[in-house]
């Protein structure tokens, strides 16, 4: 420790949202170098390719080969498969002195499937796994909580090979079981759900996500065993109804009703249901956003949701990427003074009893993209905006009054919802993904021309697998699922050290049987961090909860008892051992054996 270059800091860092980040940097981990920008110091590195020796062997131990592409790479690939644009601001670019482009990796297809392109082409040379542990740059719009989403940041990325869907399938089998193992080995609880494909196209798509309170995922999960990311979740739609009995539309004056509860407050007080009283379900709730598309060109798009539903951003986002949505602002009412910001629906009337024309919708005047919520299905009968200010419709059918433009998973998924695959009500919780998996099929193949000749001569398209693994983000979602209110306490596999030896007073014999055991440590293969800084006891102490390794022995003063503490940083519990059975003591919990007696 008189050597080490660390330093413990008394005072959270000001920027830490969350536990990791808050010790990882006041453990002397890890320095901030920019924002979403962290520079690793000795100990965390340590974590760091601990986490990696793991993903190396399991990925090994499927016969995965390991490469290692650039960062720095050319934008053609990219411009090929259209993700230069795709990615928007997402994406580092940079020129050398030349003026040609260049981008630093997000992710790294194009160039593995183009390096495949290059060396194969036959059937027999198949199927292949390769991957690399890279170092990937994203310029995140939020870069947030340390390394949990960085701007620079580690990834294990790994590519799939295969002449058929069918050794497709394979592949993801084994990279799955891969993974399985190491999240299990990583040691943190975590949940395998099913994703969207995103950006990449694709078709199976699964998560491994770490439960985390204040994790960025939300997912859902039923009794029977149905999880996914509430990106993924599809909800079934009811059958459509007949409407032929339906009366028809009708405008009230509505006046200030501009929110859902004070519209159901007031078609209560003023119009009644026979059969029960209005809710806020029975309303069609219109919400307007600005959309960004990958060109740069901005409009708007409205989305209906029953009444009782909010709008989930997240879910949205997934579905519209690479198309940015962002929530409509008054400038944007402003410019678009045909939508009665409090009042919008999908029909507009000329006068009572009129006829509907139709008001939002490509091919109605407006000519504003309208998409509507799965639940809204042709038959549903909706009080809803009559695009004017304090006037609702009632009794307006969908199919019959107004024909939405195509349906959208967008609203938000609510605690007891059913699963869509029929296994009970839903509950949600929260995770941080740490790694993804999916079928990527032939999209970049096609794209980027990766061929070979088939069995019988013929040229086929090869068909890819893709698979990442959060290895930075790994180091501070362990930290986060393990640390406690006094540091950092890691998992035997990835702690920097086995062993920390405190020498707790300035004696001679102190300081020599400190040592002593960590020479005979040291010689049984276990790594030692050893304190015989000239500090008090307590500092130490302190240190070594903050810097977290497994096992903290403290020889001090039961020395003169003949007797050192043997401590379990995890659990808390302390043991005295004569000097003399230490060394089989701390080798004993440092292999496992539950034995400290
Ligand atoms: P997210 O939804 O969190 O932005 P992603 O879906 O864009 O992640 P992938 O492209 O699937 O991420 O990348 C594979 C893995 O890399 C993720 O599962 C995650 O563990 C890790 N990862 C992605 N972005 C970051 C980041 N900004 N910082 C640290 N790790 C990241
Ligand atoms: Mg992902």
Known sequence: MSELFVRTLREDPADAEVPSHRWLVRAGYIRRAAPGIYTWLPLGYR???????????????????????????????????????????????????????????????EMFTLLVKDLYSSYKDLPLSLYQIQTKYRDEARPRAGLLRGREFVMKDSYSFDIDDEGLAKSYAAHRDAYIKIFDRLGFEY????????????????????????????????????????????????????????????????????TIETLVNLANARFPRTDQPWQASDTLKNVVLMITEVDGSRHPLVIGVPGDRELDLK????????????????ADFIAHPELAKGYIGPARFAGSGAQATAA???????????????????????????????????????????????????????????????????????????????????????????????????LVTVTMGSYGVGISRAVAAVAEGTCD????????????????????????????????????????????????RAVSPGVKFADSEILGMPTIVVVGRGLSNGVVEVRDRKSGEQTEVPVEEALGEVLAAVHGQTTLV
């Not at 650039?70 to 934008?75: E, G, I, N």
């Not at 990527?440 to 990766?450: H, I, N, P, S």
């Open 47 to 109: 974590v760091l390719r601990n986490v990696e020796r793991i993903v190396r062997e399991e990925m090994n131990a499927i016969g995965a080969q390991e490469v290692h592409f650039p960062a720095l790479l050319p934008k053609e690939p990219y411009e090929a498969t259209g993700r230069w644009t795709e990615y928007g601001e997402l994406l580092f670019r940079l020129h050398d002195r030349k003026g040609a482009e260049y981008l630093l990796g997000p992710t790294h297809e």
């Open 191 to 258: 949940v395998i759900v099913h994703a969207m494909s995103g950006a990449m196209g694709g078709s199976a798509s699964e998560e491994f996500l770490a439960l985390a309170e204040n994790g960025e995922d939300t997912f859902v999960r039923s009794p029977a065993g149905y999880a996914a990311n509430v990106e993924a979740v599809r909800t079934t739609p009811p059958e459509p109804l007949s409407y032929e009995d339906a009366p028809a539309a009708h405008v009230e004056d509505t006046p200030d009703t501009p």
């Open 315 to 330: 879910r949205l986002a997934a579905q519209l990427e690479p198309a940015v949505p962002e929530p409509f602002n008054d």
């Open 360 to 458: 939002l919708g490509e091919e109605s005047i407006t000519k504003i993209r309208y998409l509507v919520d799965p639940q809204i299905v042709s038959g549903t009968r909706w009080v809803t905006g009559a695009n004017e200010p304090g006037r609702h419709v009632f009794d307006l059918v969908c199919g019959r009054d107004f024909t939405p433009d195509g349906i959208i998973e967008a609203a938000e998924i609510r605690e007891g919802d059913p699963a869509p695959d029929g296994t009970g009500p839903l509950t949600l919780a929260r995770g941080i993904e740490m790694g993804h998996i999916f079928q990527l099929g032939r999209k970049y193949a096609e794209v980027l021309g990766l061929k070979v000749l088939d069995q019988n001569g013929k």
């Open 485 to 532: 209110e006094k540091g950092l306490c890691w998992p035997r596999e990835l702690a920097p050290f086995d062993v920390h030896i405190l020498a707790a007073g300035k004696d001679q014999a102190v300081i020599t049987a400190a040592v002593d055991l960590a020479v005979q440590l040291d010689e049984a293969g276990v790594s030692v961090l050893l304190d015989e």
